[in-house]
């Protein structure tokens, strides 16, 4: 088989930073008989800097071509001014768009040496582990008509939520797979009490889930779901909600596992040619611009979102747990950067020194 392929976009801010950890680890697996093709390119402000549009259309193409795009970070304050066209997260909703990455896979997931870091008690978040599905390609960010216009002598600024059945059974079939390999248990999220979308979207994953008897299947209107995250998490297991909602709940239930410099995602379409679905994989975490450059940042999510991008596109479930373990030791060992640092301590380490840990932990 030929070599995978693997497209960096390290992005803005803290990205670079925490993709440089991440090509560490890749060079790791290289020298363990797992090489990469990786190539580099720019996104967001960074690709506005050097081109004017937060993405090219040749970068767009290579993204299209590799098995998998992994995207560090896009944003900061430099670009807010800029019209929105060219905003650099225009960059990457126009990758997600065009490669039709459907499912938004978002853990969350509370590390053991962490738990006491978590702003709710720790009973309550200990040993949590549940993934957010979230539809990433339509709904509210998507619909038509959008924009700002003229009515009478006053703006009006619309956005559309819209769903087709199409769109709510593939990503809810993600769901219904995802938790047959994991508990067999699935809340689904809208507000069904007062959007169509929402009593469509009821709908589509009632009659999917007729196909996934095993699974159990649950409903709850996304504001309750909100409450019932910080109440009782572990009730949860896979939850899958829609663009909006699920960028809402996803930042919820990342901070209820202590930080959000600790979480992966992998973004899933249909399958290619060659069987391996067209993935991105990126931090759940934005390009933090206050920190970037010091070495403060936290590589974690970065490199867990590859460890997605080797159980994922590569199906190799025993590199990425092996890769998930050593995180979890040298956290463990009490290294810590910044963002980890709560009031029982640690060992203090920089960005790079917590890449170097990571990938000494993996082994010589
Ligand atoms: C996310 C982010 C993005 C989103 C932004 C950067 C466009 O918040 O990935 O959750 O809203 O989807
Ligand atoms: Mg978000």
């Known amino acids: 088989m030929s070599t995978p392929t693997l ?17 560490k680890v890749i060079d790791w697996f290289g020298t363990q008989g797992m090489a990469f093709e990786v190539s580099e390119d720019l996104v967001g402000g960074a690709a506005y800097d050097a081109h004017g549009t937060p993405l090219t259309d040749a970068t767009m193409a290579k993204a299209q071509e590799v098995d998998a795009v ?3 970070a896009v944003g900061g304050p430099k670009y ?7 905003k650099p997260e225009r960059g ?31 009973d309550v978040v200990a040993g949590l582990d549940i993934m957010i599905v979230r539809e990433l390609t339509s709904g509210v960010y998507f619909g ?26 593939r990503v809810a079939r993600s769901a219904f797979e ?39 299947l649950s409903h709850m209107y996304a504001d309750a779901g909100a409450m019932q995250l910080t109440r009782w998490p572990k009730q949860f297991d896979v939850i899958v909600t829609d663009n909006l909602f699920g960028d809402l709940l996803s930042d919820l239930a990342a901070m209820l596992t202590g930080s959000l410099g600790m979480l992966p995602s992998a973004s899933l379409g249909a399958p290619m040619a060659n069987g391996r679905p067209k993935a991105l994989y990126e931090p759940v975490h934005g390009s933090a611009p206050d920190i970037a450059g010091q070495g403060k940042a936290n590589p974690i999510a970065c490199i867990l979102s590859f460890a997605m991008a080797l159980r994922y596109s590569f199906d190799n479930g025993d590199a990425a747990t092996k890769l998930e373990q050593a995180v979890e030791a040298v956290l463990a060992d009490g290294l810590r950067t910044a963002d980890l640092m709560g009031p029982e301590g640690g060992t203090p380490v920089s960005t790079t020194e917590m890449g170097d840990a990571i990938v000494a932990k993996l082994g010589a």
Do not use: H
């Not at 990455?101 to 008690?121: G, H, I, M, V």
């Not at 959008?146 to 087709?164: F, L, P």
């Open 178 to 216: 995802l938790a047959m390999r994991r508990n067999r248990k699935l809340c689904s999220m809208e507000k069904a009490n007062v959007m169509e979308s929402g009593v469509l979207w009821r709908e589509v994953v009632t009659e999917v889930g007729k196909d996934y008897p095993e699974v159990e």
């Open 144 to 169: 038509e008509p959008r924009g700002i216009i003229k009515e009478g002598n006053e703006r009006v600024g619309i956005n559309t939520q819209r769903y087709t059945e199409g769109e709510i059974d």
């Open 70 to 72: 992994l995207l560090g």
């Open 80 to 86: 807010d001014a800029l019209d929105f066209s060219v």
């Open 7 to 23: 497209l960096i976009l390290p992005g803005d801010g803290i990205g670079p930073e925490v993709m440089a950890e991440v090509r």
């Open 92 to 122: 990457l909703l126009r990758l997600r768009k065009e490669m039709d990455l459907y499912a938004n896979l978002r853990p969350a997931q509370c590390f053991d040496a962490l738990a006491d870091f978590s702003s709710l008690k720790k």
